[in-house]
């Protein structure tokens, strides 16, 4: 029996889906609120006469990126009643992803965090422009606003990326190399080796959003970080593990207690060693780091 073709607006759909995906992701850090645009989108894109739309897939970005600028704000009021820091629900993604350096760095923890700090409105423009590539005619058409005006939304934008975003890619064998050192250290509880691997400045900022144990405020600065896991380590009464997997396309850590999911490491290095560690043990944000998320920038 033959399976009937699909309708062009669901092949369509289904062509861009991956993209349309990653847009939405990458302006909530949220892969629940990225898949609820996702089906609003959907129901829009099914009740559009298609002779009339001349780009498909400009018209299926221009449709998630309103819906995700409405699903932001409302976030915005979901983050401001979240217990201790908030972190983006990390993505296991294939291991060649991290050879991809343009979507290993866009996705990145770090940068996802930096975006966070941008006006909803600001953080759309920059992500249409400096991630996806998106014209300023476009984007311009999407949010309802001039082409100058957009430009000027992107100047912004990127000045307040660029100030706050890591000052250098490095290389995903670096990264791994810093991983591995930083594997060993946590699961022999070596203080001695986690000061060797960790920056004089770096961050641990844990999100465990009140239902799993983790700092509320980022901690900052080696020696603090250093002691934090290794007294951490010395309390837990279960037999810690840390396997390198790649999450958003970057080298990370997932840490196992007895065999079971603790939650996800991941980690912004440079040449100082260990800037940033981002720490989510949050359940509610791990449901995507057993199998691969797909994600395209085209």
């Known amino acids: 029996m ?15 889906r991956n993209l349309l995906f990653t847009v939405a992701y990458e302006m909530l850090g949220s892969a629940a609120d990225a898949e609820d645009v996702l089906q609003e989108t959907w129901l829009r894109w099914v009740k559009v006469d298609l002779a009339r739309v001349n780009d498909q897939r400009a018209y299926l970005v221009r449709v ?6 409405n ?39 770090a940068l996802m965090l930096v975006l ?26 999407a949010l309802d606003k001039s082409p100058s005006a957009v430009r000027q939304i992107a100047y912004r934008a990127r000045q307040h990326v660029d100030a706050r975003r890591p000052r250098q890619v ?3 064998s670096l990264t791994r190399a810093a991983l591995d050192s930083l594997r060993h250290a946590i699961e022999t509880g070596d ?7 960790l920056a004089p400045d770096v961050v641990l900022v844990a999100d465990g959003g009140g239902i799993k144990q983790a700092a509320l405020r980022p901690v900052i600065g080696a020696d603090k970080v250093a002691r934090m896991f ?24 997932v ?7 603790d939650g996800i490491l991941a980690v912004r290095v440079e040449d100082a060693g260990i800037t940033g560690l981002y720490y989510v043990r949050n359940p509610e944000k791990l449901t995507r780091v057993e199998s691969a998320t797909p994600l395209t920038l085209r």
């Open 2 to 16: 033959n399976t009937p073709p699909a309708d062009p607006a669901t092949e369509t759909f289904v062509a861009h």
């Open 64 to 69: 998630t990126t309103r819906q995700s600028l």
């Open 71 to 109: 699903r932001l704000r409302t976030m915005q009021r979901r983050k401001e009643a979240y217990v201790g820091s908030w972190l983006p629900e990390p993505l296991l993604t294939a291991p060649d992803v991290a050879d991809d350096v343009e979507l290993a760095e866009n996705m990145s923890m």
């Open 116 to 141: 966070e700090t941008l006006a909803p409105t600001e953080r759309a423009v920059f992500v249409l422009r400096e991630v996806f590539d998106v014209s300023y005619d476009e984007i311009a058409a």
């Open 170 to 172: 490095v290389p995903a």
């Open 191 to 197: 203080l001695r080796g986690l000061l060797d691997v």
């Open 230 to 253: 290794v007294t951490g380590i010395a309390k837990v009464d279960s037999i810690l593990t840390a396997e390198p997997t790649v999450v958003n396309g970057n080298p990370s850590l």
């Open 255 to 261: 840490l196992r207690l007895d065999g079971q999911l």
